[in-house]
């Protein structure tokens, strides 16, 4: 049996690969999104392109949150899996995506350096990166059904070791689902909020029927909560350089999914506040799957990127995309 082969074997007994190994991931480019192509405003962006990808491997997919840990466009997805997928978006020279490449895959470790011992521990949702003096040390991962927030630190851009658990409030930890802890973001020096780590739940509503969601901050701590939508839930987070709070909504209507990509202005994302975003991106059917990840990143152009992306679930039938966006000038 090859090495991949034993790795899919003993993910079909609950086992997670116990090193990192690499995995080969085809790329087919997107250009067009709802009826724009490249280069065109779709809604309230610009529509920048994007890739599918599909790979042969079994550990790949369920990607589920996504962030930049490095230079040369150096990324980290994070899984339902509990599996770290490393690697490098790949541009053409019209500074359109077409590729990842140099693909790793990696099982995240608990505390005392022992891969999760089982998929109730092992369903990350988000992730984004921690910086110190401007560098990216850490990145901070989310999970679902064991609610908890962890850090693991980075090497040249890549996680790993033994994971270091960040506190949350025991109303998260208690609660025990699929639905609680969907996205995690850090806010930019920009923001009012500056440092503060930004948790939102997915479908655990407040007395008055809203999202909840904490902030992590020394000086910005406490609840806060975000507008609740009959179609959508929040399931992704994250900052521009402004302070500005971007926030992925997915869910299912007429059996297929949906999508909502909203824009609370920095001033709203404070302690005690009910967050309400404008409309910038909507779409459903055939041009999205299930939107899951979301970071912003600078492209080889220095223009300023939204990267949209979807978890497959390890279904044959679903996708595993990544949709690139700019903001209209």
């Known amino acids: 049996m090859t090495r991949l082969g034993a790795i899919?074997?003993?993910?079909?007994?609950?086992?997670a690969p116990a090193a990192a190994v690499e995995a080969t991931v085809t790329a087919t480019q997107v250009t067009q999104f709802k009826d724009s192509a490249v280069g065109q405003v779709v809604d309230g962006l610009v529509f920048r392109g994007g890739i599918a990808l599909t790979?042969?491997?079994?550990?790949?997919?369920?990607?589920?949150?996504?962030?930049?840990?490095?230079?040369d466009q150096q990324v980290v997805f994070v899984t339902d899996r509990g599996n770290f997928v490393t690697g490098q978006l790949a541009y053409d020279n019209a500074d359109r995506l077409f590729g990842f490449i140099g693909v790793a895959i990696e099982p995240m470790l608990n505390s005392r350096g022992e891969v999760l011992p089982r998929q109730y521990a092992r369903d990350a949702e988000s992730v984004d990166t921690v910086l110190r003096d401007g560098a990216p040390v850490a990145v901070r991962v989310s999970f679902e059904h064991?609610?908890?927030?962890a850090d693991f630190a980075l090497t040249n851009g890549v996680p790993g070791g033994p994971a270091r658990?960040?506190?949350?409030p025991d109303w998260l930890t208690d609660r025990r689902t699929n639905?609680?802890?969907?996205?995690?973001?850090?806010a930019p020096p920009a923001s009012p909020i500056a440092g503060s780590t930004l948790l939102l739940t997915e479908d655990y509503l407040d007395?008055?029927?809203h999202h909840r969601g904490w902030l992590l901050g020394q000086n910005d701590k406490g609840p806060i909560a975000y507008q609740n939508s009959p179609v959508v839930n929040p399931t992704e987070c994250a900052f521009l350089p402004n302070g500005d709070l971007l926030v992925l909504e997915r869910g299912v209507s007429m059996l297929s999914f949906?999508?909502?990509?909203?824009?609370?202005?920095?001033?709203?994302?404070?302690?005690?506040?009910?967050?309400?975003g404008e409309l910038l991106l909507s779409a459903s059917g055939g041009s999205i799957d299930n939107m899951e990840s979301l970071t912003v990143h600078t492209a080889p152009d220095g223009e300023l990127r939204i990267l949209i992306g979807s978890d497959n679930n390890f279904n044959d039938w679903q996708r595993s995309l990544l949709l690139e966006f700019a903001l209209v000038e």
Do not use: K, Q
């Open 146 to 149: 064991l609610t908890r927030v």
């Open 179 to 186: 639905e609680t802890l969907e996205a995690v973001c850090i």
């Open 55 to 71: 790979s042969p491997d079994d550990t790949f997919g369920g990607l589920s949150g996504l962030t930049v840990t490095g230079p």
């Open 8 to 15: 899919a074997a003993a993910l079909l007994v609950g086992i």
């Open 258 to 276: 949906v999508m909502e990509l909203r824009r609370v202005p920095a001033a709203e994302v404070r302690p005690d506040n009910l967050m309400a």
């Open 207 to 209: 007395e008055d029927g």
């Open 165 to 168: 658990e960040v506190a949350i």
